[in-house]
């Protein structure tokens, strides 16, 4: 059973940066890609960035373009998300998920990151 594990969430001040990791507990699954989400307190879990396994090919939410990029080792089958220029609206809980192979959408899911920016 495939399980992902977040980290590198925290406390920060605005305009700092951050960077998320997100691993794979078993290798023995193919992804066809990962992604980060987010939700606020109050808000619903929203779209923050994705990343195709093959190819490379990334996506961003208009929210965060500039800011934030995505990256992905394949070896490890783990995505970072570097965080910089931080403002308080993305103040939220982040998740990891992978869509694997054949499935039509994210299946997999990690417990969450807090990420707190204060102004």
């Known amino acids: 059973q495939v399980q992902l594990v977040e980290s590198g969430g925290g406390s920060v001040q605005a305009g700092d940066s951050l960077r998320l990791s997100c691993t794979a507990s078993?290798?023995?699954?193919?992804?066809?890609?990962m992604g980060w989400f987010r939700q606020a307190p109050g808000k619903e879990r929203e779209f923050v960035s994705s990343i195709r396994w093959s190819g490379g090919n990334t996506y961003y939410a208009d929210s965060v373009k500039g800011r934030f990029t995505i990256s992905r080792d394949i070896a490890k089958k783990a995505v970072y998300l570097q965080m910089n220029s931080l403002k308080p609206e993305d103040t939220a809980v982040y998740y990891c998920?992978?869509?694997?192979?054949?499935?039509?959408?994210?299946?997999?899911w990690g417990q969450g990151t807090q990420v707190t920016v204060s102004s």
């Open positions: 078993a290798r023995t699954f193919s992804v066809y890609g």
């Open positions: 998920a992978t869509q694997t192979v054949g499935a039509s959408n994210y299946n997999v």
